[in-house]
């Protein structure tokens, strides 16, 4: 077995191991409710991806829990849209 020729000083072990470290997760938001997810993962929140119902969350759920996250999910998406939905001139004269 070989040996090393020299010792490695705690600056170069220090260099090489500056590479060594825990990356935080790329997160983004789901477009259905809002909260982080991963890319290209269901929503563990709501159960959608691209679009779609792909996990039952509600059918898992206890009453009194899925009666919150039935509401919240409702508010959220009334809040989303209120956003998206451009004024009219109606309604932009009665606003001022």
Do not use: F, Q, W
């Given at each position: 077995?070989?040996?090393?020729?020299?010792?490695?000083?705690?600056?170069?072990?220090?260099?090489?191991?500056?590479?060594?470290?825990?990356?935080?997760?790329?997160?983004?938001?789901?477009?259905?409710?809002?909260?982080?997810?991963?890319?290209?993962?269901?929503?563990?929140?709501?159960?959608?991806?691209k679009g779609e119902e792909i996990i039952n969350v509600l059918g898992k759920l206890e009453a009194k829990e899925k009666k919150k996250r039935e509401k919240e999910m409702k508010s959220r998406e009334q809040a989303t849209k209120e956003k998206a939905k451009p004024l009219s001139?109606?309604?932009?004269s009665q606003k001022s």
């Open positions: 077995m070989t040996v090393p020729k020299s010792r490695h000083t705690k600056s170069k072990r220090d260099r090489r191991r500056a590479h060594i470290y825990l990356k935080s997760p790329v997160l983004s938001n789901c477009p259905k409710c809002g909260k982080p997810i991963l890319a290209h993962r269901a929503c563990k929140y709501c159960g959608y991806y001139l109606k309604e932009l």
